[in-house]
Structure formats: C-alpha cells, structure tokens
C-alpha cells in the first residue's frame, strides 16, 4: 500500500468534492449529510491547520469556489451562490424535479473556461432522472440526459474531451468537448469499471492526461491513461472511496475523500480513517482547479441536441 497521511481528521459522514484553491492554498470539501441532517463546507490550510466550516440547513450536493469570495453550491432544489456568513445565500438556477424531495445536486465542476456543469441524483436510484447541466444565462440548461448516477466530472489538458462518472453502472463516460461553446457530443463509454472494483465516482485529470477516479467500496483510486488503460491503483484502508483531486506545492499530492456513512460499528473499528481526508504525497501532478467565472453567465451559446442513450 502506497504511504499516506490523513489531512483532515474529521469524521465526516459523507466527504465529497475536494477542491484545491491554488491563490490561498487551502483545500475545500464538503460533508454532504452530517448526523444532524445538514450538510458543510470546509475550507483547510494544510500548512497551519487552520480549518473554515459552512454550514448549511440541507444537504450540500457540491461546493465550487467562485471568483472572489463566493462559491456555488448544490443544494436540494438548485444551484445557489453563497458566501461564508450563515444565511448568505441566493438561488442562481434551479432544477427539473426541484420539487422532488428525493432528487438533489450531485458533484459538480468548471470547464477550463470557468463554465460550471452539475449533475443530479435521484436518491431512490430509479432510471431517466439523472442529468448533467451547465449554468448559464439560460438557468441550469441539460447537456446530457439518461444518466443512472451522474457523478465526478474532469476535463483533459487540452480541453477537448469531457470525462464523466456515471456510477450506478459503472461506467466512465468520454465527450468531445468544445471549449469555446460549452458543448459536448460524441458520448461514449471509455473505462468500463469491473464490478469487483466498486463504483466510479469523483475522479481528477492529471498533467499527462491520465484520470484518477475513485472507486466507491472498492478501497482504491484508479489510474487510467489516456485510452482508458488501467496503469496503477492506490489501494487505500477505507472502503468508501468517494472523490480525489490535486493540491499541495507544483500539484504532486494526492487528496482523497471518504465516508463513514452505512458502516456498522465494527466497520468504523476496522476502518478508522473513514470520514477522512486523506492524501497521497507525490503521488503525480495535477491540473489546477478552475473556479466558477460568473462571465461565462454572460454569453450562453446555443444548445446543441442532448447527448442522450446509446450506451
């Protein structure tokens, strides 16, 4: 087993979407569903341990810092932007099923361009509810229908193919992409994920092109190369693997989150790092996170046909 540390010993019920902010070098995560019902976001300084925490009333589907001092997160019914004060916060776009108690915002994430994409869930799994969107002046418009479980999201170094996690059937999605519209095409299946390996769900591009997805109950984040070969697996002592992403000095560390959530007690006593953050020193080098530009609000292209089924 690869060596690691824990970077945040926080116990946290469902730890997803960490975010490495280059200007302040902090790490951002969020805990979707805390015990009390309510989900947070935490921002951390690795260098002197100094940690920020948000919280919110509902469950927090992602976090993804905004130029300047706001961020965009996913709560129940929609997209909102929000500052660090509780309270502090102001619908931008809402969501089809918005009144659906049992549909959310999953991961989300932005393009080189600063555009945001998102995804939904429905939290009772059934099929043709699950959507990508993209924020622009148009609302939360859909990109990609017919998904089981839209999850992790990343973008190649040149920026021409889209990856997505579309975890309930395991599969790793590829898109050629057109950064200076925003849209995508040409949907395929490009990792298909064994099932002894678990489910796909956050995952991060490297510098070299290759994804690192996190595999969800299977102990491991996967490194796939630029076809889709598997080329090298972090095995790691938590089972519920749910998202990783590049930070630290040049980018080289490894950040993994990870929940505690359905484990019973003698599965916590086993696995005393779920709920952590926990990260990989040296593990390759990564592309710096991009946060959300309010700008790409301002010119929404034309939608192009939904990429949808076929697979």
């Known amino acids: 087993m690869r060596r690691y540390e824990v970077a945040l010993r926080a116990g946290l019920t469902l730890a997803e979407g960490p975010f490495w902010d280059i200007a302040s070098g902090a790490l951002w995560v969020i805990d979707v569903e805390a015990?009390?019902?309510?989900g947070a976001v935490y921002r951390l300084d690795p260098r002197t341990g100094s940690l920020t925490v948000r919280p919110f009333d509902g469950p927090v589907?992602?976090?993804?810092?905004?130029?300047?001092?706001?961020?965009?997160?996913?709560?129940?019914?929609?997209?909102?932007?929000?500052?660090?004060?509780e309270g502090d916060e102001r619908l931008l776009a809402g969501i089809e099923h918005a009144h659906d108690p049992t549909v959310r915002v999953n991961d989300a994430k932005c393009d080189p361009r600063g555009r945001l994409f998102a995804g939904t869930i429905p939290i009772d799994?059934?099929?043709?509810?699950?959507?990508?969107?993209?924020?622009?002046?148009?609302?939360?418009?859909?990109?990609?229908?017919d998904?089981?479980?839209?999850?992790?999201?990343?973008?190649?170094?040149?920026?021409?193919?889209?990856?997505?996690?579309?975890s309930r059937v395991r599969r790793v999605l590829a898109f050629d992409y057109d950064v200076e519209t925003g849209?995508?095409?040409?949907?395929?299946?490009?990792?298909?994920?064994?099932?002894?390996?678990?489910?796909?769900?956050?995952?991060?591009?490297?510098?070299?092109?290759?994804?690192?997805?996190?595999?969800?109950?299977?102990?491991?984040v996967h490194r796939y190369d630029a076809?889709?070969?598997?080329?090298?697996?972090?095995?790691?002592?938590?089972?519920?693997?749910?998202?990783?992403?590049?930070?630290?000095?040049?980018?080289?560390?490894?950040?993994?989150?990870?929940s505690?959530?359905?484990l019973t007690e003698e599965q916590l006593r086993e696995q005393p790092s779920a709920g952590d953050v926990l990260v990989v020193p040296g593990a390759g080098r990564?592309?710096?996170?991009?946060?959300?530009?309010?700008?790409?609000?301002?010119?929404?292209?034309?939608?192009?046909?939904?990429?949808?089924?076929?697979?």
């Open 35 to 38: 015990a009390a019902g309510g």
């Open 227 to 258: 076809d889709g070969t598997l080329v090298d697996v972090v095995e790691l002592p938590v089972a519920k693997v749910t998202s990783v992403c590049f930070g630290g000095d040049g980018l080289t560390d490894l950040y993994v989150t990870t």
């Open 286 to 311: 990564g592309l710096p996170g991009v946060r959300f530009d309010p700008a790409t609000l301002q010119g929404d292209h034309a939608r192009p046909p939904l990429p949808t089924g076929g697979l």
């Open 183 to 220: 849209s995508v095409s040409e949907r395929r299946t490009w990792v298909q994920m064994p099932e002894k390996a678990g489910f796909p769900d956050g995952l991060a591009v490297d510098a070299e092109g290759a994804v690192w997805v996190a595999a969800y109950l299977g102990g491991a």
């Open 147 to 166: 998904l089981a479980m839209a999850n992790g999201l990343g973008w190649s170094p040149a920026g021409d193919t889209m990856y997505l996690a579309d």
């Open 260 to 262: 505690r959530a359905g």
């Open 125 to 145: 799994f059934r099929a043709g509810i699950s959507t990508l969107y993209r924020l622009g002046t148009a609302g939360a418009v859909p990109v990609v229908r």
């Open 61 to 85: 589907g992602t976090a993804v810092p905004a130029v300047g001092d706001e961020m965009v997160i996913g709560l129940a019914d929609g997209l909102y932007a929000a500052g660090w004060a």
